[in-house]
């Protein structure tokens, strides 16, 4: 029996010594523990392989930031957007990440396609004349 239906097992085992539970509540309960603990233990797996992290830059940090993509320059993986969790995986948050790679304070963590959409998403959206139009209404 592997690991994982022994700890679903013991898990639901607990459950039921404190509330009533029928059969197929107990199985079905332990078919999901036991799928997910085999999910977290191959997460945690992919998360040591990427949490290896590499001296040398994979690319030019200014290059690393494309059209429809941006590499992570910790593990030469590619994404739209480096998100705060992939960073964790590292050990790092977005601040120190720039900082380590050189990229400006402002510089997004994301492709230029998308900063693109969301600069005219912004613009079409007009925040700052609704606030203005809010600020006129209050007084």
Do not use: N
């Not at 690393?64 to 964790?88: A, M, N, P, W, Y």
């Not at 050990?91 to 693109?116: F, H, I, M, N």
């Amino acid at each position: 029996m592997e690991d994982y239906l022994k700890h679903a097992i013991e898990l639901v085992k607990a459950q039921a010594s404190v509330r009533v539970m029928s059969e197929e509540e107990m199985a079905d309960m332990i078919a999901s523990l036991a799928a997910k603990l085999k999910k977290l233990d191959t997460f945690e797996e992919s998360e040591e392989c990427c949490s290896c992290t590499a001296e040398a830059p994979v690319t030019d940090a200014k290059r690393s930031i494309k059209e429809k993509s941006i590499v992570c320059l910790e593990c030469g993986k590619t994404f739209k957007v480096i998100t705060k969790k992939h960073l964790i995986l590292h050990g790092l948050d977005a601040v120190s990440y720039r900082a380590k790679w050189g990229l400006k304070k402002g510089t997004p963590l994301t492709c230029k396609e998308l900063q693109r959409a969301r600069r005219q998403k912004m613009k079409d959206m007009k925040l700052w004349e609704k606030r203005a139009m809010a600020r006129e209404a209050a007084k």
